[in-house]
Nanobody, 124 residues
Framework: QVQLVESGGGLVQLGDSLRLSCAASGRTFSSYAMGWFRQAPGKEREFVATMRWSSASTAYADSVKGRFTISRDKTKNMAYLQMSSLKPEDTAVYYC?????????????????WGQGTQVTVSS
């Protein structure tokens, strides 16, 4: 049973940085892609970033490119989302997700496993 548990969310100010963590368990993730999505109130869940677990190749949404960095620590089975230059429009619940046998999936429908989410609020 794959389990994903996010942590690291909180209330920050405009321009601050924050690092989200995702603890992954229950599977060997070498053939998986790990992704981050976010959902603001009243909006659809949207793609933020994804990474191939094995190769560390990445893809980002245009809205976060240059500000957010996805990474992983294989030894700890952890995925991370380093967020900098945060803006109020980055406010959302952030979800970690895992997709088997995918390259760099950007659609939420390609992910089989999801965490419970962590709230990020950016105040101006």
């Amino acid at each position: 049973q794959v389990q994903l548990v996010e942590s690291g969310g909180g209330l920050v100010q405009l321009g601050d940085s924050l690092r989200l963590s995702c603890a992954a368990s229950g599977r060997t993730f070498s053939s998986y892609a790990m992704g981050w999505f976010r959902q603001a109130p009243g909006k659809e869940r949207e793609f933020v970033a994804t990474m191939r677990w094995s190769s560390a190749s990445t893809a980002y949404a245009d809205s976060v490119k240059g500000r957010f960095t996805i990474s992983r620590d294989k030894t700890k089975n952890m995925a991370y989302l380093q967020m900098s230059s945060l803006k109020p429009e980055d406010t959302a619940v952030y979800y970690c997700a895992a997709a088997a046998l995918k390259l760099l999936p950007v659609s939420k429908y390609e992910y089989e496993y999801w965490g419970q989410g962590t709230q990020v609020t950016v105040s101006s």
